[in-house]
């Protein structure tokens, strides 16, 4: 049945985001009437929807306020779109702030029996969960939502361990927008990149924060670059950046990276690339990886979180243990030399991707978990 959801979500560029935006757009391609509920336009929202509906959340700068209240903020306009709209169901990606927002939200609101389904995406858990002074909120928004998801098995496991509970978590993976990534290479933007034929090119797409363990990238990158012909394609921009230049020049690898900034349009990042490398230190699923693999890119990933549930090793990537620099280099060596073995690699990526993580599926999933808990109101 149709349903009225909201969504709460980061909107810029980040995995959350772009699965929340991503969703929100299948479902309403499939006659749900969904509304945002943001503090900016979500970035990948790039089509117009007329059962799409953004909600802006704007925060008033009081001076008796030391700290905006964003949390307060979006609260109230979740009980406004609640009751504007009738919504359903208030769908929250990120358990804080959130979960615990969508909770505040609905008992605000004048309308009762709205449900709550919490999603989480990986560092609310696994990063902001550590914190202990942070964990009653998280327990907060997990218990008093109706339903709640975990991008990956690995994701689910790591909750009731941190939290020392035995909730019941519903596991449904990622998924990409077929029509965005798909098989392709494109040898005109390599030449625009100065990357000269025979190159083989070895790509790194993330935040550049710690946890994503760029020295491990560079460092593995520099042993398998000795003697070969390689460049390294960075994307993205973060805290780890200025310490990654510094760090390639030690390493004497800085004239063979190219750094192409934060980026919104992946893809075509992806289709001059050859083999595409996260090495992680925790990743609840590793969406680039899937990216990746939708365009033909093998990847060589740490065994960190959800990544070995996205990669089967030797068949559509490689699984090294995390840290493991060397372990990494050799596997990139190895396909860097083997060009039939990354063709091989790819074919099998690209039938993955479209059986176990097809869009369409998994949206039929959230919306099996929205009749569920709706069936309780
Ligand atoms: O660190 C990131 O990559 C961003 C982060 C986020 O919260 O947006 O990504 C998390 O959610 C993604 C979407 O579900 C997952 O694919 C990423 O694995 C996860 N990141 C981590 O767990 C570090």
Redesign the pocket.
Known sequence: MKKSIGILC?PSV????V?ATELGMKLADRGHDVHFITSSMPFRLTEYRPNITVHLVEVNQYSVFKYPPYDITLASKVAEVIDVFDLDIIHAH?AVPHAVCAELGRNMAKKKGVAVVTTL???DI?VIGQDLEMQPAIRYGIESSDAVTA?SESLALETNMTLHAEYDIDVIA?SIDESVYYPMRDERLKRHYGIEPGEVVVIHI??F?P?KRIDDTLVAFAIAANNRDMRLLLVGDGPEMGQTRRRAKELGVYEKIIFAGKQEHVAQLLAISDIHLLL?E??????VVLEAMAVGVPSVVSNA??LPEVIQDGQTGFIVPTYDVKAAAERIGQLADTPELREQMADAGIRDTRQRFDSNEIVRKYEQVYERVCARY
Not at 14 to 17: D, F, K, L, N, T
């Open positions: 980061y980040g995995g959350s985001g699965v990120y995406h990986g560092t696994t991008v990622n993330s935040n924060r946890v992680s925790k990743e609840a699923f590793g969406l979180g959800g």
